[in-house]
C-alpha cells in the first residue's frame, strides 16, 4: 500500500506541476522547455525509489517557479534572442541554403521527406523554408504557387462555423447546453425524433441551422462500394 500511495503522490504532484506551468511546456518544445521537462521528471520520480518525498517535491516547486521566471524573461525581446534559438532558413526563393542545412545538421533526404509532408516536390517552388526555433519547419511557397484564396478571386464567404458537441461517448455536455441555453428536454427530445438513445450515441452537435447531427456507434453496411474499400483480405 506505501508503494502505491508513494506513486499516487508523486503521479499528482507531477500532473499539478505540469497544469501550473501551463501549455507551452509540453507543446512544441524549445531547448530550455525540453531540459525543464527531463529535470522536473527526475525530480518529482525520486520519492518512489528513496523516502525524501518533502524534499523532491520542494526541489521541484523551485523548478516550475525557476522555469516561470524564464518565460517571464523572454517577452521581453531583448532577452528572448538570448534564451531562444533564432530561425535557420534553409530555401530561399527557391534555392537551398546548404550553410542553414549544415547548421541544423539535417541531411539533405530528411529534408525533403519533411517537404513532402508538407505538400511541397519542387524546392524551387518555395520562397522561404524555415526550422523555428522549436524545431518544426515552416514553408511559404512561391505567390504563384500557393493556394488560391477566395479574395484573390474576389469571392465574399460565410463566416466559419463550428459544430457544438451536445453528446459526447454517449454522455450529455451539460455546459454547452446551458452556453447555447437550451434545455435537456430539448436534447432528449430530439435524440428521440432520431430513433436514437444517449448512451448509444458517439457525437451529436449542434449545427449552424439549429439542427442536431447524430453519429452513433453503428457503421453502415457499405458492402462492395468501391467508395468505401478498406485494405486488407477482410473488406
Not at 447555447?180 to 435524440?191: F, H, R, T
Request: no cysteine; charged share 25%.
Amino acid at each position: 500500500m506505501e508503494i502505491i500511495f508513494r506513486a499516487f503522490i508523486v503521479f499528482t504532484a507531477g500532473y499539478l506541476l505540469l497544469r501550473i506551468t501551463g501549455k507551452k511546456a509540453v507543446s512544441q518544445m524549445h531547448s530550455f522547455d525540453l531540459l525543464y521537462i527531463f529535470v522536473l521528471t527526475n525530480i518529482i520520480s525520486m520519492p518512489v525509489e528513496d523516502d525524501h518525498i518533502g524534499k523532491a517535491l520542494t526541489y521541484a516547486v523551485i523548478i516550475v517557479v525557476f522555469y516561470k521566471v524564464l518565460i517571464r524573461l523572454s517577452l521581453h525581446n531583448k532577452l528572448r534572442w538570448i534564451l531562444y534559438e533564432r530561425p535557420t532558413v534553409l530555401i530561399r526563393n527557391g534555392d537551398i541554403d546548404r550553410n542553414g542545412l549544415k547548421k541544423v545538421r539535417r541531411p539533405m533526404n530528411e529534408f525533403l521527406s519533411h517537404l513532402r509532408v508538407k505538400g511541397f516536390t519542387e524546392t524551387q517552388n518555395i520562397a522561404m523554408a524555415t526550422m523555428e526555433e522549436t524545431g518544426s519547419i515552416s514553408v511559404i511557397p512561391k505567390s504563384e504557387y500557393r493556394p488560391v484564396q477566395p479574395n484573390d478571386l474576389n469571392l465574399r464567404v460565410r463566416k466559419e462555423y463550428v459544430p457544438i458537441p451536445l453528446i459526447m461517448d454517449g454522455q450529455i455536455i451539460y455546459h454547452n447546453l446551458k452556453y447555447l441555453q437550451l434545455k435537456q428536454s430539448w436534447l432528449i427530445n430530439e435524440v428521440g425524433k432520431a430513433g436514437e438513445n444517449v448512451e448509444n450515441i458517439m457525437l451529436a452537435t449542434y449545427s449552424e441551422n439549429g439542427e442536431l447531427f447524430i453519429d452513433n456507434n453503428e457503421l453502415q453496411n457499405h458492402k462492395n462500394d468501391p467508395y468505401y474499400y478498406e485494405p486488407g483480405t477482410d473488406n
